[in-house]
């Protein structure tokens, strides 16, 4: 099969490319055996897990915890010992850190997960949770927040921009259409297969996500823009964002947020420093105290 990458602008190949490398370079610490409650008896799902934990239903506030592509629930192990007095519901995708892959395999992704944690919070009723969600989990809080069947009573986006191609300094208009074209450069062709294969060896965790998962995940990240939406979700929003060492470059992040999420109605920005992107992680103390602050 032909390298559909050979006949990419090189600079927006790079971009599409450093969007995957750098998805990948943020996952960390898998393993959902670190939560010792069991998955929620009521509900079923092929697409998603959710395991609770904590304060019996009513004693306090119910948290959806939604971690980012490739990541397992483990990722919240370290904020989950933080937040004592609230009820935890720990969200597995399917195909991500040694889940099998079911439905998630194939088709469309971000839109049917969304659907099925709306589904969730209406058959568990839950009312109005608390929403925190990760990178790709922060587009999907986003997304519940804009439905009406969900109805979050409020959402915290961790390191994630609205545009989901802003995060490697494009946008969906111009790195959409090429996003469709890596999709099958990574699941149609032996190169892809190959390549997309080697970033999976390089992340540990990743080892045991589903190259097909990341690879439409990628796909439907990079052509997702919800900037025009952000005026619409009718909840407060809270956004947390990794911030470098550099003071220039924190200085520039701080920015690229603020005129991001400038539409939103009820907003919070907060930096978390020195960090990458996986802040729970970098800066666990940091991201716990927002994290309180958040839930009061």
């Not at 400038?262 to 800066?283: C, E, F, N, W, Y």
Request: proline letters at 7%; aromatic letters at 4%; charged letters at 20%.
């Amino acid at each position: 099969m032909t390298d559909v990458t050979q006949d990419m602008p090189a600079m927006s190949r790079r971009a599409v490319l450093m969007l995957a490398q750098a998805s990948c370079a943020a996952l960390a610490l898998d393993g959902a055996a670190a939560f010792a409650a069991a998955p929620s008896p009521a509900f079923v799902s092929k697409r998603i897990e959710v395991t609770v934990r904590g304060v019996r239903a009513g004693e306090g506030k119910d948290v959806l915890l939604i971690p980012g592509l490739a990541s397992g629930p483990a990722i919240w192990s370290g904020l989950a010992a933080r937040l004592p007095g609230h009820r935890l519901h720990i969200v597995h995708v399917a195909g991500f850190a040694g889940k099998p892959a079911g439905p998630n395999a194939s088709g469309p992704l971000l839109a049917p997960l969304a659907a099925e944690l709306a589904r969730y919070i209406r058959e568990r009723r839950l009312t109005a949770p608390v929403i925190i969600g990760h990178s790709m989990g922060g587009t999907l809080a986003m997304m519940l927040a804009l439905r009406e069947d969900a109805r979050p009573g409020r959402i915290m986006v961790v390191d994630m921009l609205p545009d989901g191609a802003g995060m490697v300094g494009g946008t969906s208009s111009g790195l959409g259409y090429l996003a469709t074209q890596l999709n099958g450069y990574f699941t149609g062709t032996k190169a892809g297969r190959q390549l997309l294969a080697q970033m999976v060896r390089q992340t540990p965790t990743a080892r045991d996500s589903d190259p097909a998962v990341i690879a439409q995940a990628l796909t439907e990240l990079a052509q997702t823009d919800l900037t025009a939406r952000v005026r619409d979700i009718p909840c407060p929003l809270m956004v947390l964002y990794a911030v470098p060492s550099d003071a220039s470059a924190a200085r520039a992040q701080a920015q690229r947020y603020r005129t991001a999420y400038t539409r939103a109605r009820s907003l919070t920005l907060k930096d978390i420093g020195p960090s990458g992107h996986m802040v729970m992680l970098d800066q666990p103390e940091q991201f716990a105290q927002a994290a309180r602050m958040f839930l009061k």
